[in-house]
């Protein structure tokens, strides 16, 4: 028997090839159906990659007889435990087998989990991670194929665990390799977790009584939070409901729930949730953004403007909620706070566009419709909109009466008109300024 037959490719140094026949035949033996055959998998993919680069070495076969293959090698597995090692671990210990390192770790990052108050304490991981097993080289892809493995199963943890383990295990920086050798959708969930682009929070969880099943309430959040991602509304709302009568008091349960109402056209209910995140987490800018829109549609002006003072309590407010703050002022005509905010904020607002406000900003600058003695810029505007209007004035009246001025000087010239025919200069700039003033008139009216 060969490594090679085992990874189903021929000797090759190329270690891009050895990696995507590892991950091909990964799927046909994964480590908690088929852990033998995983072990087995697993030493002839080290195997080939210390030899990858080695022509020499890589076509030499192993010539191990077959019932040696069934012996352990501690060095080569990546998850191992002493106990119930059929539903978590990587390959069965042998009974009175001295545990190795790599078991050891993670039967001790398996408890870690398992005690949910610890698993959301950052510093209980920062310990555990500064153990002598993870500065330790010679388990350096041993401790990462472990990992993945563990979090298959152990999903849940709030971001800043996802930030230790990624400082730790050096998981962003080796993302090209996770995806050449694990499951896409598994290691898109791992760097997800860790930039927190799908973060929910645990912090509602910490001091309270979990009398239910924790691991089974954040396995429905997770699912509910997929289901809204990829618009399965019906599946979303089966996972929120059953999640909110285990546990109510979640800001980020209440918040996919006024998505979902949202999006099925329940817009009471999806206030009343949107309510109950604010009361919970305060400094929730999606919610308080959504909450405030709500708010404007139904014509509750003075409540969003409240919406935004709140939120200046507990953060800066961004510039979506400030823009919609400013049009219900303007619904309610209050046109000089528009602009006293916007004195005290004018470099947020030049450094980055933001549409929405710049149309209503625009609308104010209109003096026909809005008085511009609050607007901090009008005098300054004004200046540059008269220079910009002479020179309007001069195009257009250059526009319009050069063709006749250049042509009355050519008979004038060439035919030597008495001084007398210069009588039809005034005409010609007379009635090109009469065409001017009316055009500039329209387009500046």
Not at 56 to 75: F, V
Request: charged letters at 30%; a negative charge; glycine letters at 4%.
């Amino acid at each position: 028997m060969r490594y090679w037959s085992i990874l189903g490719i021929e000797a090759t140094a190329d270690k891009s090839l050895i990696k995507k026949a590892y991950a091909r035949q990964l799927k046909l033996h994964h480590p908690e159906e088929d852990p033998q055959g995983y072990q087995l998998l697993r030493e002839a993919f080290e195997w080939a990659m210390k030899r990858a680069g080695d022509p020499e070495q890589a076509g030499a076969g192993d010539t191990r007889e077959a019932d040696e293959w069934n012996e352990p090698i501690y060095e080569e597995i990546a998850v191992m435990r002493q106990a119930d090692f059929q539903a978590e671990a990587d390959l069965r210990v042998p009974t009175g087998t001295k545990p190795h390192p790599v078991q050891i770790f993670f039967e001790k990052m398996r408890n870690l989990y398992d005690d949910f108050p610890r698993r959301i304490e950052p510093e209980a991981w920062t310990a555990l991670m500064a153990e002598d097993f993870m500065w330790n080289m010679e388990y350096q892809d041993v401790r990462v194929n472990g990992l993945v493995h563990f979090l298959e199963r152990h999903r849940h943890m709030p971001r800043e665990v996802w930030t230790i383990l990624d400082h730790s295990f050096r998981l962003l920086e080796s993302k090209e390799a996770l995806y050449e050798s694990y499951d896409e959708e598994e290691v898109d969930y791992i760097l997800e977790q860790i930039r927190g682009t799908a973060e929910l929070g645990y912090e509602c969880f910490a001091g309270k009584a979990l009398d239910f099943d924790i691991e089974h309430y954040l396995n429905l959040r997770q699912e509910a939070q997929s289901a809204l991602r990829e618009d399965d509304l019906e599946e979303a709302e089966a996972a929120l409901t059953e999640a909110a009568g285990m546990f109510p008091e979640d800001p980020d349960l209440s918040l996919m729930r006024a998505k979902l109402y949202l999006g099925t056209g329940r817009k009471t209910e999806a206030m009343g949730c949107l309510e109950r995140v604010l009361d919970l987490r305060p400094r929730d800018r999606e919610a308080r953004q959504l909450y405030a829109q709500g708010l404007f549609e139904e014509g509750r002006y003075e409540d969003v403007i409240r919406q935004c003072e709140s939120a200046r309590e507990h953060y800066t407010p961004d510039q979506d909620l400030l823009a919609l703050s400013a049009e219900a002022k303007l619904k309610l005509g209050q046109v000089q706070s528009i602009w006293e905010e916007y004195a005290e904020a004018r470099p947020t607002w030049e450094e980055f566009y933001h549409f929405r406000y710049n149309v209503m900003l625009i609308m104010l600058r209109n003096s026909r419709l809005y008085p511009q003695e609050h607007n901090p810029n009008y005098a300054e505007l004004k200046k540059m909109a008269q220079k910009a209007r002479r020179w309007t004035y001069i195009l257009i009246m250059f526009r319009l009466s050069w063709l006749y001025l250049f042509l009355f000087a050519l008979v004038y010239f060439v035919f030597h008109l008495p001084p007398v025919s210069l009588w039809v200069l005034p005409v010609i700039l007379g009635g090109c300024a009469w065409k001017t003033w009316r055009a500039a008139r329209l387009s500046f009216t």
